[in-house]
């Protein structure tokens, strides 16, 4: 033991003697010299300083040097992309610092557009060398042999899935070509070509792969889409140029249906219809503003309804008809029924959407409708209800104490009127 602490000790003392050496000459050396030689000082010192850092650093000379060239780059286009991927690749045989390339690449993929495209993201798997990441034994193939460039991958992988796109069969090939079998990158692609072709169609809205860039062909899908709870639904578009007192030179999306347009017509004078919103729906990355006509709900209706109608998606009592009494038939039942837009809280007209989402495309919007069969419109008060997202934004930035209270902005469309509703 004592053999030990003698040898320790020893240690110490020689480590801290050679630290004193290495930094004795950068912590004690001054420079005295006068002004007649100060010129020559100070060429001395830099030629100190020059050879420290080429002890320090000899073989830094060799390495590339590190830069970023999609931020760089003037032209953000595919083409663009994929040739600074191959002058990457053309560089250097050993391929240096490919892992921070492919990461700087993905970063700047949305700049050039090429984010959704399958072929870049071939292109910049294919720039790791091949066969130099396959694992030998079973201790390197589950502790992650190679770690950072698989986890490189991952990453790029985990990016694809984010963006939507499903990779082929040609980027598994890739894949054991760099990793082998038995790396992790590979178990990634498996999970997801398992699960992206299951969810790829599943929704009962889809969308071309290459969604249009148009905000009016945008509109129509998003249009579209909500009248699906409707399926006799008629989308109409219109201009307000057709219009003479209209300001905003727009378009609007409107939907409807036949049954909304029943309801609209059987309306009384005396109750007044409200345009709410704007209210959001995304279409992949876009989003469209859309607007509700609507009025309260009527409870004389509502009361009025058969009491023994069943609601079809009330799970709470649900009748087996093998125990106890059988369930009634519903085909023999007389009263009411009650149609998908006249809910609870209120009664959906229509829905539209414009090209500036302003009051007087609203406007526009009742007055194209009284011009296409709904002319008790003229007779009945509208009000405007408009939720904004503005003075919330404002207070985050300047505090509450200098924003004004959220209020809604109500505007009579017929007549002068005033909201009594908060």
């Given at each position: 033991m004592i053999r030990?602490?003698?040898?320790?000790?020893?240690?110490?003392?020689?480590?801290?003697?050679?630290?004193?050496?290495?930094?004795?000459?950068?912590?004690?050396?001054?420079?005295?010299?006068?002004?007649?030689?100060?010129?020559?000082?100070?060429?001395?010192n830099k030629n100190n300083n020059?050879?420290?850092?080429?002890?320090?650093?000899?073989?830094?000379?060799?390495?590339?040097?590190?830069?970023?060239?999609f931020a760089a780059a003037q032209e953000k286009t595919k083409n663009t992309y994929l040739t600074m991927v191959e002058i990457f690749e053309e560089r250097d045989v050993h391929r240096r610092n490919h892992v921070e390339f492919i990461y700087a690449a993905l970063k700047h993929m949305p700049d050039f557009g090429v984010e959704h495209d399958l072929e870049v993201y071939k292109a910049l798997i294919n720039v790791m060398p091949k066969g130099k990441f396959i694992p030998t034994n079973v201790?390197?193939?589950?502790?992650?042999?190679?770690?950072?460039?698989?986890?490189?991958?991952?990453?790029?992988?985990?990016?694809?899935?984010?963006?939507?796109?499903?990779?082929?069969?040609?980027?598994?090939?890739?894949?054991?070509n760099v990793f082998g079998k038995k790396?992790?990158?590979?178990?990634?692609?498996?999970?997801?070509?398992y699960w992206m072709p299951k969810f790829k169609n599943l929704s009962p809205w889809p969308l071309p792969d290459q969604v249009p860039d148009d905000t009016l062909e945008i509109a129509k899908l998003a249009v579209e889409r909500m009248c699906t709870v409707d399926l006799r639904?008629?989308?109409?578009?219109?201009?307000?140029?057709?219009?003479?007192?209209?300001?905003?030179?727009?378009?609007i999306v409107s939907g409807m249906s036949p049954e909304q347009s029943k309801l609209l017509k059987e309306h009384s004078p005396q109750k007044a219809l409200y345009i709410e919103g704007p209210f959001h729906i995304w279409i992949r990355n876009r989003r469209i503003n859309y607007f509700t006509l609507r009025a309260d709900a009527d409870a004389e209706f509502l009361a009025q309804l058969d009491e023994r109608q069943l609601d079809e998606d009330d799970v709470s009592q649900i009748g087996?008809?093998?125990?106890?009494?059988?369930?009634?038939?519903?085909?023999?039942?007389?009263?009411q029924v009650r149609?998908?837009?006249?809910?609870?809280?209120?009664?959906?007209?229509?829905?539209?959407?414009?090209?500036?989402?302003?009051?007087?495309?609203?406007l526009s919007w009742i007055r194209l409708l009284e011009l296409h069969g709904f002319a008790t419109?003229?007779?009945?008060?509208?009000?405007?209800?408009?939720?904004?997202?503005?003075?919330?934004?404002?207070?985050?930035?300047?505090?509450p104490s200098n924003v004004p209270a959220h209020t809604r902005d109500t505007t009579n469309s017929n007549k002068t009127q005033s909201d009594t509703n908060p």
């Open positions: 030990k602490l003698h040898c320790i000790l020893r240690l110490h003392g020689t480590v801290s003697q050679t630290l004193y050496r290495q930094q004795a000459p950068t912590i004690f050396s001054r420079n005295y010299a006068t002004n007649e030689g100060s010129a020559n000082a100070k060429d001395t020059a050879k420290r850092a080429g002890a320090a650093g000899g073989s830094s000379k060799s390495l590339p040097a590190i830069r970023n060239p201790f390197q193939s589950e502790f992650m042999h190679f770690p950072k460039q698989q986890q490189c991958i991952i990453d790029l992988l985990e990016q694809m899935e984010d963006y939507g796109v499903m990779p082929d069969y040609e980027m598994e090939a890739m894949l054991l790396g992790h990158p590979l178990r990634k692609y498996w999970r997801m070509m639904s008629k989308v109409n578009v219109f201009e307000t140029k057709e219009l003479k007192d209209s300001l905003d030179d727009t378009w087996v008809p093998f125990f106890g009494r059988p369930p009634p038939r519903r085909h023999n039942q007389l009263g149609s998908v837009h006249q809910q609870d809280d209120g009664t959906i007209f229509a829905i539209c959407a414009t090209g500036t989402s302003t009051k007087d495309s609203l419109l003229g007779e009945i008060p509208v009000l405007f209800r408009f939720t904004s997202t503005v003075p919330a934004k404002a207070e985050e930035i300047a505090g």
